[in-house]
């Protein structure tokens, strides 16, 4: 199998990979991704919503967004391999080997920017749960219907006010602690919020609140992220992730592995977002640049 040498194999053409690679590619040097899914973007891929808090980005969608970064990275000659996932990693002395699908890969730096998945917990997902938030919510019909939301972050209450614009028979929000931003709150009616502990049972489609088990037609899971870590990753995990199960990094995106950075949500910054997760691709770009000048020309 011909190995084909590059600096920097990425996984996953998010945000953060794709602005990383762009950078790399900016610098001089030669990085390639690779993506599960058949467009770049990640996350914004599968968001309809504005990005309001992106400057200069306001009428934008996460689906526009997601297109313009494909075509900018296409436009730039970076390889990217679509509908692929990482098989295998091996590190050596010389850098780390890398299986992708029919390619074959030996790269100065592995680059972790696989992104989050929504925690489901005990959740399957069906025409009756839906598991984190998106496209899902976004075209899903309520009208009429009872609707549960389990969870208390920022998703959980805006999500709420979003449903009770599609005029549902109720929408009530699930939360052991609340933790979303007050401006959200305040625009949830607290009669619709039960904070504290709570059963949710999908067999039953009932929540058990207080004592008492009131019965629904939906429920919309929105418990958070976890690490998307690929599997072929698995032999680093205990090495690899933090005590809240991201990958550990340093101030330049390094992980306690030399030859791997972690840049984005998946490894759990302060602030998670499509900023903060570019700006993690041109940390991890620059810091790379100290032991690839000079290795490839």
């Given amino acids: 199998m011909n190995i084909k040498r590059v600096s920097a194999l990425i996984i996953g053409g998010g945000p953060a990979g794709a602005q990383c690679a762009l950078w790399l590619k ?26 309001h808090w992106m400057v200069g980005l306001r009428h934008q969608s996460g689906k526009a967004l997601a297109a313009g970064i494909t075509a900018h990275i296409h436009e730039m000659g970076i390889p990217v391999l679509f509908k692929t996932q990482v098989d295998d990693v091996v590190v050596k002395a010389d850098g780390v080997y890398v299986n992708a699908g029919s390619h074959r890969y030996h ?57 009770m614009g599609k005029n549902p028979a109720c929408c009530h929000v699930y939360a052991r602690t609340k933790r979303a931003r007050r401006n959200l709150a305040v625009e949830v009616d607290p009669a619709h919020v039960f904070s504290g502990e709570y059963r949710a049972d999908q067999a039953s489609m009932t929540v058990t609140y207080a004592g008492e088990a009131r019965s629904y037609d939906m429920f919309i899971v929105l418990y958070g992220w976890e690490a998307n870590l690929p599997s072929a990753l698995n032999a680093w995990r205990e090495s690899l992730l933090d005590e809240r199960g991201f990958v550990a990094t340093n101030a330049f995106c390094q992980t306690r592995e030399p030859r791997f950075f972690a840049i984005g949500e998946v490894a759990d910054r302060m602030h998670p977002c499509v900023v903060t997760a570019m700006a993690d691709g041109v940390v991890a770009a620059k810091a790379m640049l100290v032991g690839l000048e000079g290795s490839i020309k």
């Fill in 107 to 163: 790269a100065d730096y592995l680059v972790i920017a696989s992104g989050v998945v929504p925690r489901r917990d005990v959740f399957r997902e069906s025409d009756k749960v839906l598991v984190g938030p998106g496209e899902a919510v976004y075209h899903g019909n309520f009208a009429g219907k009872r609707v549960a939301i389990l969870g208390g972050g920022d998703n959980a209450y805006e999500n709420q006010a979003f449903i």
């Fill in 26 to 51: 900016m610098l001089g040097h030669h990085p390639v991704i690779v993506e599960q899914a058949e467009v770049l973007g990640g996350l914004q891929a599968l968001s309809p919503y504005q990005n």
